[in-house]
């Protein structure tokens, strides 16, 4: 099957603790994207990347991190330094030239604070 | 700034009868607007999308429509199933050339009952 994965479906930080967040794709995207969604809010854009070895921040990426080492992954690590990480965290993809770029999002992480 | 207004924010309707989402853009300059269906805990899952040109765009039992004019969408679902309960987001990119910019609508939440 072609897609997009995302683990653990759920995660649990401490107080202090820095947590990856794993997204793969199989879909021979080169673009990737991390956002993420509260209640009563749009998807916010932390990260996205273009391409291998190459990203740029979003709109909300303090306290986040992430790196492109190989076209199929694109991880999250959620730091100590974001003060507010409870959140439903969504990576996608999609096809990266110019033209309609749908993006295919994956099923999602839950963070939750302990 | 660029904006991507849904109403209703919920809505709730009986199963079999048709209902209409609406959504108001603000994003300048404008390169297309799809439409995603997020059910609870998943991934959002694209249902449509229309540029500039297109004016209506059918799925199945959905239908989206486009006014580029005074900025402004509508998703149709006729004959309403159960399954159509979910939350439907109006995501409208922008052309500024380089990254695509995305603005995502907070959604509006529907459920259909028996």
């Known amino acids: 099957d072609g897609g997009i994965t995302q683990s653990p479906k759920y995660l649990f930080r401490k107080e202090g603790q820095n947590v990856t967040l794993s997204c793969e794709q199989n879909?021979?995207?080169?673009?990737m994207y991390w956002y993420r969604q509260d209640p009563g809010q749009g998807l916010r854009l932390i990260y996205y990347s273009q391409i291998v070895n190459d990203f740029q921040k979003g709109d909300i990426a303090e306290g986040y991190s992430v790196s492109r080492e190989k076209k199929e992954s694109f991880p999250l690590t959620v730091t100590s330094a974001q003060k507010n990480p409870t959140a439903f965290y969504l990576c996608?993809?999609?096809?990266?030239?110019?033209?309609?770029?749908?993006?295919?999002f994956g099923p999602g992480t839950r963070l939750l604070v302990l | 700034k660029n904006q991507v207004e849904q109403s209703p924010q919920s809505l709730i309707i009986l199963e079999g009868k048709n209902c209409t989402l609406q959504?108001?853009?603000?994003?300048?300059?404008?390169?297309?607007l799809r439409w995603y269906k997020q059910d609870t805990g998943r991934g959002p899952v694209s249902l449509t999308i229309?540029?500039?040109?297109?004016n209506t765009k059918s799925n199945g039992r959905y239908t989206a429509t486009l006014d580029a004019d005074t900025k402004q969408s509508s998703l149709h679902i006729t004959a309403s199933q159960l399954s159509d309960s979910a939350s439907y987001i109006c995501?409208?990119?922008?052309?500024?050339?380089?990254?695509?910019?995305?603005?995502f609508g907070t959604g509006t939440k529907l459920q259909v009952i028996p």
């Open positions: 229309m540029t500039f040109s297109e």
């Open positions: 996608a993809s999609s096809i990266n030239r110019e033209g309609l770029k749908t993006q295919y």
């Open positions: 879909l021979n995207h080169d673009a």
């Open positions: 995501v409208v990119t922008d052309n500024s050339g380089g990254y695509q910019k995305v603005t």
């Open positions: 959504c108001n853009y603000t994003v300048s300059p404008f390169s297309n």
